[in-house]
Protein backbone atom coordinates (compact mmCIF):
# COMPACT_ATOMS: atom_id res chain seq x y z
CA UNK A 1 0.00 0.00 0.00
CA UNK A 2 1.46 2.94 -0.90
CA UNK A 3 0.18 5.91 1.19
CA UNK A 4 -0.33 9.84 -0.18
CA UNK A 5 1.94 12.07 1.56
CA UNK A 6 1.87 15.86 1.37
CA UNK A 7 5.27 17.34 1.81
CA UNK A 8 5.09 20.85 3.03
CA UNK A 9 9.14 21.68 3.36
CA UNK A 10 8.87 24.80 3.85
CA UNK A 11 11.72 27.67 4.28
CA UNK A 12 15.35 27.70 6.13
CA UNK A 13 16.21 24.22 7.03
CA UNK A 14 12.71 22.38 6.36
CA UNK A 15 13.62 21.42 2.23
CA UNK A 16 17.09 20.22 3.78
CA UNK A 17 15.77 18.11 6.62
CA UNK A 18 12.55 17.04 4.70
CA UNK A 19 14.97 15.46 1.56
CA UNK A 20 16.58 13.10 4.38
CA UNK A 21 13.29 12.23 6.06
CA UNK A 22 12.14 11.22 2.85
CA UNK A 23 15.16 9.46 1.94
CA UNK A 24 14.98 7.93 5.43
CA UNK A 25 11.42 6.49 4.34
CA UNK A 26 12.63 5.05 1.35
CA UNK A 27 15.17 3.05 3.31
CA UNK A 28 13.00 1.65 5.56
CA UNK A 29 11.04 0.19 2.36
CA UNK A 30 8.44 2.46 2.80
CA UNK A 31 7.31 3.33 -0.69
CA UNK A 32 5.09 6.93 -0.57
CA UNK A 33 3.84 9.04 -3.29
CA UNK A 34 4.73 12.72 -2.35
CA UNK A 35 2.60 15.40 -3.39
CA UNK A 36 4.55 18.99 -2.70
CA UNK A 37 3.11 21.56 -1.63
CA UNK A 38 5.15 25.39 -2.00
CA UNK A 39 3.84 26.75 1.55
CA UNK A 40 5.62 29.18 3.94
CA UNK A 41 7.59 32.54 4.01
CA UNK A 42 8.58 32.54 0.68
CA UNK A 43 5.62 31.96 -0.47
CA UNK A 44 4.18 34.27 1.27
CA UNK A 45 6.31 37.00 0.83
CA UNK A 46 6.07 36.24 -3.26
CA UNK A 47 2.24 36.24 -3.57
CA UNK A 48 0.52 37.18 -0.13
CA UNK A 49 -1.23 33.58 0.46
CA UNK A 50 -0.83 31.65 3.49
CA UNK A 51 -3.00 28.38 3.06
CA UNK A 52 -5.20 29.20 -0.17
CA UNK A 53 -8.53 27.30 0.66
CA UNK A 54 -8.14 24.81 -2.49
CA UNK A 55 -4.73 23.70 -0.82
CA UNK A 56 -6.38 22.78 2.86
CA UNK A 57 -9.06 21.12 0.52
CA UNK A 58 -6.24 19.24 -1.31
CA UNK A 59 -4.62 18.71 1.42
CA UNK A 60 -7.90 16.57 3.76
CA UNK A 61 -7.70 14.01 1.47
CA UNK A 62 -3.81 12.97 1.70
CA UNK A 63 -2.85 10.28 4.27
CA UNK A 64 -1.01 12.02 6.30
CA UNK A 65 1.57 15.31 5.61
CA UNK A 66 5.63 15.96 6.77
CA UNK A 67 6.08 19.51 7.72
CA UNK A 68 9.71 20.78 7.38
CA UNK A 69 9.74 24.20 9.10
CA UNK A 70 8.14 27.66 8.11
CA UNK A 71 9.34 31.66 8.64
CA UNK A 72 11.61 34.03 7.39
CA UNK A 73 12.95 36.64 9.35
CA UNK A 74 11.00 38.72 6.90
CA UNK A 75 7.84 37.68 7.66
CA UNK A 76 5.89 39.65 10.95
CA UNK A 77 5.15 37.46 13.62
CA UNK A 78 2.00 35.25 13.31
CA UNK A 79 1.20 35.10 10.11
CA UNK A 80 2.16 31.94 8.99
CA UNK A 81 2.13 30.75 12.86
CA UNK A 82 -1.87 31.19 12.91
CA UNK A 83 -2.37 31.04 8.93
CA UNK A 84 -0.99 28.14 8.78
CA UNK A 85 0.48 25.57 11.43
CA UNK A 86 -2.57 26.58 13.92
CA UNK A 87 -5.18 26.32 11.16
CA UNK A 88 -3.84 23.42 10.16
CA UNK A 89 -4.08 22.74 13.50
CA UNK A 90 -7.80 23.05 14.17
CA UNK A 91 -9.18 22.44 10.79
CA UNK A 92 -7.44 18.77 10.04
CA UNK A 93 -9.05 18.71 13.76
CA UNK A 94 -4.97 18.06 14.98
CA UNK A 95 -5.93 17.76 18.53
CA UNK A 96 -3.28 15.62 20.18
CA UNK A 97 0.18 17.12 19.95
CA UNK A 98 2.40 14.07 20.42
CA UNK A 99 5.94 15.04 21.37
CA UNK A 100 8.50 12.18 22.68
CA UNK A 101 11.68 12.84 25.00
CA UNK A 102 13.45 10.18 25.01
CA UNK A 103 17.01 10.42 26.03
CA UNK A 104 19.76 8.45 23.38
CA UNK A 105 23.25 6.96 24.08
CA UNK A 106 25.90 9.16 22.35
CA UNK A 107 23.45 11.71 23.16
CA UNK A 108 24.56 14.86 24.89
CA UNK A 109 22.16 16.61 27.46
CA UNK A 110 21.57 19.98 28.88
CA UNK A 111 21.71 18.01 32.62
CA UNK A 112 23.49 14.62 32.82
CA UNK A 113 21.18 11.91 34.02
CA UNK A 114 22.39 8.69 35.88
CA UNK A 115 20.39 6.49 34.04
CA UNK A 116 19.26 6.79 30.14
CA UNK A 117 16.17 5.20 30.56
CA UNK A 118 15.10 7.85 33.28
CA UNK A 119 14.37 10.53 30.76
CA UNK A 120 11.68 8.64 28.40
CA UNK A 121 8.53 10.00 28.39
CA UNK A 122 6.34 11.62 26.07
CA UNK A 123 4.08 14.88 26.42
CA UNK A 124 0.62 14.79 24.69
CA UNK A 125 -0.16 18.44 24.23
CA UNK A 126 -3.66 19.67 23.89
CA UNK A 127 -3.26 21.09 20.64
CA UNK A 128 -6.50 22.94 19.21
CA UNK A 129 -7.75 24.53 22.47
CA UNK A 130 -6.08 26.95 25.29
CA UNK A 131 -4.22 30.00 24.63
CA UNK A 132 -4.19 28.66 21.26
CA UNK A 133 -7.69 29.48 20.70
CA UNK A 134 -7.11 32.75 19.19
CA UNK A 135 -9.87 34.11 21.47
CA UNK A 136 -9.11 37.42 22.66
CA UNK A 137 -8.52 41.08 20.98
CA UNK A 138 -6.92 44.47 21.13
CA UNK A 139 -9.52 47.60 21.88
CA UNK A 140 -7.48 51.17 21.91
CA UNK A 141 -4.42 50.34 20.20
CA UNK A 142 -2.07 52.82 20.15
CA UNK A 143 -3.14 54.82 23.27
CA UNK A 144 -2.54 54.79 26.77
CA UNK A 145 -5.39 52.69 27.03
CA UNK A 146 -4.94 49.30 24.66
CA UNK A 147 -6.30 46.57 26.38
CA UNK A 148 -5.07 43.13 25.34
CA UNK A 149 -6.76 39.91 26.15
CA UNK A 150 -5.47 36.71 25.43
CA UNK A 151 -8.51 34.13 26.30
CA UNK A 152 -7.80 30.09 27.13
CA UNK A 153 -10.50 27.87 26.00
CA UNK A 154 -10.82 24.62 27.40
CA UNK A 155 -13.95 22.26 26.79
CA UNK A 156 -15.18 19.42 28.18
CA UNK A 157 -14.70 17.87 25.44
CA UNK A 158 -12.17 18.39 23.80
CA UNK A 159 -10.27 18.47 26.88
CA UNK A 160 -11.63 14.78 27.46
CA UNK A 161 -10.21 13.69 23.87
CA UNK A 162 -7.23 14.84 24.49
CA UNK A 163 -7.13 13.12 28.22
CA UNK A 164 -8.46 9.69 26.74
CA UNK A 165 -5.69 9.63 23.82
CA UNK A 166 -2.97 9.99 26.63
CA UNK A 167 -4.51 7.63 29.29
CA UNK A 168 -4.90 4.87 26.52
CA UNK A 169 -0.99 6.04 25.62
CA UNK A 170 0.00 5.42 29.37
CA UNK A 171 -2.13 2.30 29.65
CA UNK A 172 0.27 0.99 26.41
CA UNK A 173 3.79 2.31 27.89
CA UNK A 174 3.45 2.14 32.24
CA UNK A 175 0.17 2.76 33.18
CA UNK A 176 1.36 6.18 34.94
CA UNK A 177 -0.42 9.41 33.44
CA UNK A 178 0.86 13.27 35.18
CA UNK A 179 -1.29 15.85 34.51
CA UNK A 180 0.49 19.37 34.41
CA UNK A 181 -0.85 22.67 34.63
CA UNK A 182 -1.65 25.39 37.29
CA UNK A 183 -4.33 24.27 39.30
CA UNK A 184 -3.63 26.58 41.98
CA UNK A 185 -4.16 29.79 39.97
CA UNK A 186 -6.04 28.56 36.98
CA UNK A 187 -8.68 27.29 38.79
CA UNK A 188 -11.47 27.38 36.46
CA UNK A 189 -9.45 25.63 33.55
CA UNK A 190 -7.40 23.49 36.53
CA UNK A 191 -11.20 22.58 37.79
CA UNK A 192 -11.97 21.11 34.65
CA UNK A 193 -8.67 19.40 33.84
CA UNK A 194 -8.24 17.75 36.99
CA UNK A 195 -12.25 16.38 37.55
CA UNK A 196 -11.63 14.79 33.95
CA UNK A 197 -8.17 13.14 34.07
CA UNK A 198 -9.64 11.46 37.70
CA UNK A 199 -12.21 10.44 35.82
CA UNK A 200 -10.84 9.34 32.54
CA UNK A 201 -7.80 7.46 34.70
CA UNK A 202 -10.59 5.46 36.47
CA UNK A 203 -11.94 4.64 33.58
CA UNK A 204 -8.58 3.34 31.54
CA UNK A 205 -7.03 1.81 34.52
CA UNK A 206 -4.03 3.96 34.63
CA UNK A 207 -2.15 5.64 37.95
CA UNK A 208 -2.84 9.41 37.50
CA UNK A 209 -0.88 12.31 39.22
CA UNK A 210 -0.18 15.56 39.06
CA UNK A 211 2.33 18.21 39.17
CA UNK A 212 2.09 21.91 39.13
CA UNK A 213 3.76 22.51 35.38
CA UNK A 214 6.79 25.28 37.90
CA UNK A 215 7.31 21.64 39.88
CA UNK A 216 7.29 19.86 36.76
CA UNK A 217 9.84 21.82 35.42
CA UNK A 218 11.97 21.52 37.98
CA UNK A 219 11.49 17.52 37.77
CA UNK A 220 12.02 17.28 34.55
CA UNK A 221 15.28 18.10 34.84
CA UNK A 222 16.01 17.26 38.55
CA UNK A 223 14.19 13.78 38.67
CA UNK A 224 12.54 12.75 34.86
CA UNK A 225 11.94 9.47 36.06
CA UNK A 226 9.01 10.35 37.75
CA UNK A 227 7.52 10.94 34.70
CA UNK A 228 6.31 8.31 31.50
CA UNK A 229 3.53 10.25 29.99
CA UNK A 230 2.43 13.60 30.77
CA UNK A 231 -0.98 15.46 29.29
CA UNK A 232 -1.18 19.20 29.57
CA UNK A 233 -2.72 22.09 27.87
CA UNK A 234 -1.85 23.55 24.53
CA UNK A 235 0.80 26.35 26.12
CA UNK A 236 1.99 24.38 28.98
CA UNK A 237 2.86 21.71 26.40
CA UNK A 238 4.82 23.91 23.86
CA UNK A 239 7.00 25.39 26.79
CA UNK A 240 7.69 21.66 28.34
CA UNK A 241 8.39 20.15 25.09
CA UNK A 242 11.20 22.47 24.28
CA UNK A 243 12.53 21.64 27.87
CA UNK A 244 12.05 18.45 26.81
CA UNK A 245 14.25 18.76 23.61
CA UNK A 246 16.56 20.76 25.65
CA UNK A 247 16.96 17.31 27.79
CA UNK A 248 17.59 15.16 25.11
CA UNK A 249 19.89 16.01 22.92
CA UNK A 250 17.95 19.96 21.61
CA UNK A 251 15.38 20.61 19.02
CA UNK A 252 17.58 19.06 16.41
CA UNK A 253 16.34 15.97 17.78
CA UNK A 254 12.87 16.51 19.24
CA UNK A 255 10.13 15.02 17.01
CA UNK A 256 6.15 15.39 16.74
CA UNK A 257 3.18 14.13 15.63
CA UNK A 258 -0.04 16.81 15.34
CA UNK A 259 -2.68 14.07 15.59
CA UNK A 260 -6.11 13.74 14.28
CA UNK A 261 -6.78 10.18 16.49
CA UNK A 262 -10.26 9.76 15.04
CA UNK A 263 -8.43 9.84 11.58
CA UNK A 264 -11.13 12.08 9.88
CA UNK A 265 -8.11 13.81 8.01
CA UNK A 266 -4.50 13.17 7.73
CA UNK A 267 -2.42 13.97 10.46
CA UNK A 268 0.76 16.54 10.57
CA UNK A 269 3.90 15.20 11.66
CA UNK A 270 7.19 18.06 11.68
CA UNK A 271 10.53 18.50 13.69
CA UNK A 272 9.69 20.61 16.33
CA UNK A 273 12.52 22.80 15.48
CA UNK A 274 12.37 26.27 13.24
CA UNK A 275 13.23 27.04 9.76
CA UNK A 276 16.92 27.78 11.44
CA UNK A 277 17.31 30.77 8.67
CA UNK A 278 20.79 31.21 10.14
CA UNK A 279 22.24 27.74 9.08
CA UNK A 280 20.01 27.34 6.42
CA UNK A 281 22.15 26.05 2.70
CA UNK A 282 25.64 25.59 5.71
CA UNK A 283 24.96 21.70 5.64
CA UNK A 284 24.64 22.20 9.32
CA UNK A 285 21.18 20.79 10.13
CA UNK A 286 20.42 17.72 12.24
CA UNK A 287 17.91 15.95 10.39
CA UNK A 288 17.37 13.75 13.07
CA UNK A 289 14.15 15.55 14.26
CA UNK A 290 12.59 15.18 11.20
CA UNK A 291 13.32 11.28 10.34
CA UNK A 292 12.08 10.78 14.08
CA UNK A 293 8.63 12.64 13.18
CA UNK A 294 8.36 10.35 9.93
CA UNK A 295 8.66 7.18 12.02
CA UNK A 296 5.53 8.68 14.01
CA UNK A 297 4.13 8.73 10.95
CA UNK A 298 4.99 5.49 9.98
CA UNK A 299 3.37 4.47 13.64
CA UNK A 300 0.40 6.34 12.86
CA UNK A 301 -0.34 4.95 9.13
CA UNK A 302 -0.21 1.03 10.53
CA UNK A 303 3.96 0.20 10.52
CA UNK A 304 5.11 0.07 13.25
CA UNK A 305 7.76 -2.40 12.77
CA UNK A 306 9.33 0.44 10.42
CA UNK A 307 8.24 2.99 12.42
CA UNK A 308 10.47 0.86 15.13
CA UNK A 309 13.39 0.26 12.75
CA UNK A 310 13.91 4.18 12.00
CA UNK A 311 13.83 4.77 15.63
CA UNK A 312 16.68 2.00 16.13
CA UNK A 313 18.17 2.97 13.11
CA UNK A 314 18.32 6.97 14.42
CA UNK A 315 19.74 5.81 17.83
CA UNK A 316 22.19 3.89 16.47
CA UNK A 317 23.42 6.25 14.25
CA UNK A 318 23.85 8.97 17.11
CA UNK A 319 25.29 6.25 19.78
CA UNK A 320 28.12 5.79 17.34
CA UNK A 321 28.36 10.07 17.61
CA UNK A 322 26.57 11.84 15.09
CA UNK A 323 27.14 13.12 11.47
CA UNK A 324 28.90 16.32 11.12
CA UNK A 325 27.00 17.20 8.07
CA UNK A 326 23.16 16.87 6.88
CA UNK A 327 24.27 15.05 3.79
CA UNK A 328 26.09 12.17 5.89
CA UNK A 329 22.79 11.20 7.01
CA UNK A 330 21.61 9.19 4.76
CA UNK A 331 24.37 6.87 4.48
CA UNK A 332 24.48 6.79 8.52
CA UNK A 333 20.94 5.78 8.77
CA UNK A 334 21.14 2.92 5.59
CA UNK A 335 23.80 1.44 8.04
CA UNK A 336 21.34 1.92 11.05
CA UNK A 337 18.82 0.68 8.69
CA UNK A 338 20.88 -2.61 7.97
CA UNK A 339 22.00 -3.17 12.34
CA UNK A 340 18.54 -2.48 13.24
CA UNK A 341 17.29 -5.27 10.56
CA UNK A 342 19.25 -7.96 11.27
C1 LIG B 1 5.73 24.39 18.13
C2 LIG B 1 5.94 25.83 17.75
C3 LIG B 1 4.57 26.41 17.40
C4 LIG B 1 3.71 26.32 18.65
C5 LIG B 1 4.57 27.85 16.87
C6 LIG B 1 5.54 28.02 15.74
C7 LIG B 1 3.17 28.26 16.46
O1 LIG B 1 6.56 26.52 18.76
O2 LIG B 1 5.25 23.62 17.28
O3 LIG B 1 6.04 24.03 19.25
O4 LIG B 1 3.76 27.19 19.52
O5 LIG B 1 2.98 25.36 18.75
MN1 LIG C 1 7.14 25.25 20.45
Not at 73 to 78: I, T
Amino acid sequence: MTHQIGILAGDGIGPEVIAEARKALGAAGVGHDAVEYDLGGARYLRTGEVLPDSVLDELAGLDAILLGAVGTPEVPPGVLERGLLLRLRAELDLYINLRPSKLRAGVASAVSFDRLSDLDLVIVRENTEGLYAGAGGTVHRGTEFETATEESLNTFAGVRRCVRYAAELAASRSGRLTLVHKTNVLTHAGSLWQRISAEVAAEQGVELSYAHVDAACLWLVDDPARFDVIVTDNLFGDILSDLGAALTGGLGLAPSGNLNPDRTGPSVFEPVHGSAPDIAGTGQANPAGAVLSAGLMLAHLGQPEAAADLDAAVSSVLAAGAPASTGEWDTALAAGLERAGS
